[in-house]
């Protein structure tokens, strides 16, 4: 997934194959740009990421809503860094929500129902023709934006507008009165956003055909962003077909030549599928031997897959969450300010763990008089350890 130097992006080219290789993963917000791309790509700029939405080539919203569990509207809290967000392909939007049920009868506040209708009407809105449209101040229409945004209804031309709606909402720009002085001119959050726009649902297909299709196309979704997929991976994505279907597609495309099919995860249950470039990979890492070389990925990150591949505890999907792998071996996590051992590793392999995750940094060199450690450790996982009592 383009986290390893060598393979790091660069430029808004490569933050369209960042893109394509991770859309359809409903991620947090603000961990997109922050935790997720920064990661992948070598000096990034949100920039990019504006330019290729403002060409109409990436799109942003949420592709798999909130289930309803009143008739009554509730009132919206606003976009926080939390909300479940995607990245995609404009073109793949289709089949990215081909599996997804639509709640079209869901309840809206009154306001954010004022807006969807005069999108219906009208097409794609700046927020100072909603404002005029709908008399009303600025306040009120950033909660009925951002209501409509966490329940993915809405989206914008540009990122920005996302971007606002947090900041906004985390105290970065403050709350607008409803009462300027007619002198003071000043700018206002949601109308530096572009143009605001219905998020387009297409649903589950009724053609057959159609089904099949973007059974497909998933299937090599998962492989692009994969490389190897089986079932227990579903559990990291929203929105995929079944798995019986994709086995289908999976079994086919073997029996064609186009992938392989193999053992190539142990401790992994049910068929496994991978591309022929990622055994290759796989044989050279093998042949290399451990690179002793750490990694420290967002728990929001698709690769958290503590408790997916590793006989741990799952680590929450969140932000603030951090694991500390070593040859994509997790050692050490951050959740809750703690810092927890997944396994038993000299004292100052803890305190150097322990430094990196305290500190925020991404990368750190293990050293080698560590390495056996490592090879020869039984997990540990104790979450209601502290971190002084971890490290000591």
């Given at each position: 997934?383009?986290?390893?130097?060598?393979?790091?992006?660069?430029?808004?080219?490569?933050?369209?194959?960042?893109?394509?290789?991770?859309?359809?993963?409903?991620?947090?917000?603000?961990?997109?740009?922050?935790?997720?791309?920064?990661?992948?790509?070598?000096?990034?700029?949100?920039?990019?990421?504006?330019?290729?939405?403002?060409?109409?080539?990436?799109?942003?919203?949420?592709?798999?809503?909130?289930?309803?569990?009143?008739?009554?509207?509730?009132?919206?809290?606003?976009?926080?860094?939390?909300?479940?967000?995607?990245?995609?392909?404009?073109?793949?939007?289709?089949?990215?929500?081909?599996?997804?049920?639509?709640?079209?009868?869901?309840?809206?506040?009154?306001?954010?129902?004022?807006?969807?209708?005069?999108?219906?009407?009208?097409?794609?809105?700046?927020?100072?023709?909603?404002?005029?449209?709908?008399?009303?101040?600025?306040?009120?229409?950033?909660?009925?934006?951002?209501?409509?945004?966490?329940?993915?209804?809405?989206?914008?031309?540009?990122?920005?507008?996302?971007?606002?709606?947090?900041?906004?909402?985390?105290?970065?720009?403050?709350?607008?009165?409803?009462?300027?002085?007619?002198?003071?001119?000043?700018?206002?959050?949601?109308?530096?956003?572009?143009?605001?726009?219905?998020?387009?649902?297409?649903g589950v297909p009724a053609d057959v055909d159609a089904r099949r299709d973007a059974v497909?196309?998933?299937?090599?979704?998962?492989?692009?962003?994969?490389?190897?997929?089986?079932?227990?991976?579903?559990?990291?994505?929203?929105?995929?077909?079944?798995?019986?279907?994709?086995?289908?597609?999976?079994?086919?495309?073997?029996?064609?030549?186009?992938?392989?099919?193999?053992?190539?995860?142990?401790?992994?249950?049910?068929?496994?599928?991978?591309?022929?470039?990622?055994?290759?990979?796989?044989?050279?890492?093998?042949?290399?031997?451990?690179?002793?070389?750490?990694?420290?990925?967002?728990?929001?990150?698709?690769?958290?897959?503590?408790?997916?591949?590793?006989?741990?505890?799952?680590?929450?999907?969140?932000?603030?969450?951090?694991?500390?792998?070593?040859?994509?071996?997790?050692?050490?996590?951050?959740?809750?300010?703690?810092?927890?051992?997944?396994?038993?590793?000299?004292?100052?392999?803890?305190?150097?763990?322990?430094?990196?995750?305290?500190?925020?940094?991404?990368?750190?060199?293990?050293?080698?008089?560590?390495?056996?450690?490592?090879?020869?450790?039984?997990?540990?996982?104790?979450?209601?350890?502290?971190?002084?009592?971890?490290?000591?």
């Amino acid at each position: 997934q383009a986290i390893d130097p060598d393979t790091k992006r660069s430029g808004p080219n490569g933050l369209f194959d960042v893109i394509s290789m991770l859309q359809g993963v409903d991620l947090s917000a603000g961990a997109w740009e922050k935790e997720v791309l920064s990661l992948r790509l070598k000096d990034y700029d949100p920039g990019w990421l504006d330019e290729l939405c403002l060409t109409g080539e990436i799109g942003w919203g949420r592709l798999s809503p909130p289930k309803q569990t009143s008739d009554k509207p509730k009132r919206s809290t606003g976009v926080t860094r939390a909300a479940p967000i995607s990245l995609f392909l404009r073109d793949d939007l289709p089949w990215l929500q081909a599996f997804i049920a639509s709640s079209e009868e869901e309840t809206l506040t009154q306001t954010a129902q004022a807006v969807l209708e005069i999108l219906q009407i009208r097409g794609a809105v700046f927020a100072s023709d909603l404002l005029h449209e709908l008399q009303m101040f600025p306040g009120p229409l950033e909660d009925a934006i951002s209501e409509l945004v966490t329940r993915g209804r809405l989206t914008a031309d540009g990122f920005s507008g996302l971007r606002q709606l947090i900041a906004e909402r985390n105290g970065a720009s403050g709350r607008h009165s409803q009462k300027t002085p007619k002198l003071l001119r000043a700018r206002r959050t949601v109308a530096g956003a572009g143009r605001w726009s219905k998020l387009a649902r297409f649903g589950v297909p009724a053609d057959v055909d159609a089904r099949r299709d973007a059974v497909e196309q998933w299937a090599w979704q998962l492989l692009r962003r994969w490389g190897i997929v089986f079932r227990d991976l579903l559990v990291r994505e929203s929105g995929t077909p079944p798995w019986f279907e994709l086995l289908q597609v999976y079994r086919k495309l073997e029996a064609r030549g186009e992938i392989r099919g193999g053992r190539f995860v142990t401790g992994v249950a049910g068929e496994q599928f991978a591309l022929q470039e990622t055994v290759s990979k796989l044989r050279k890492l093998r042949d290399q031997g451990p690179g002793r070389e750490l990694v420290v990925v967002s728990g929001a990150d698709p690769l958290n897959l503590v408790g997916i591949l590793t006989p741990h505890p799952r680590v929450p999907s969140i932000a603030s969450n951090k694991i500390a792998y070593v040859d994509g071996v997790p050692l050490s996590v951050l959740q809750g300010g703690e810092v927890i051992f997944t396994q038993y590793l000299s004292e100052s392999l803890k305190a150097s763990l322990y430094d990196v995750l305290k500190r925020g940094r991404r990368r750190a060199t293990v050293p080698a008089s560590d390495q056996s450690n490592v090879e020869e450790a039984e997990y540990l996982y104790e979450p209601e350890s502290s971190p002084r009592e971890a490290v000591s």
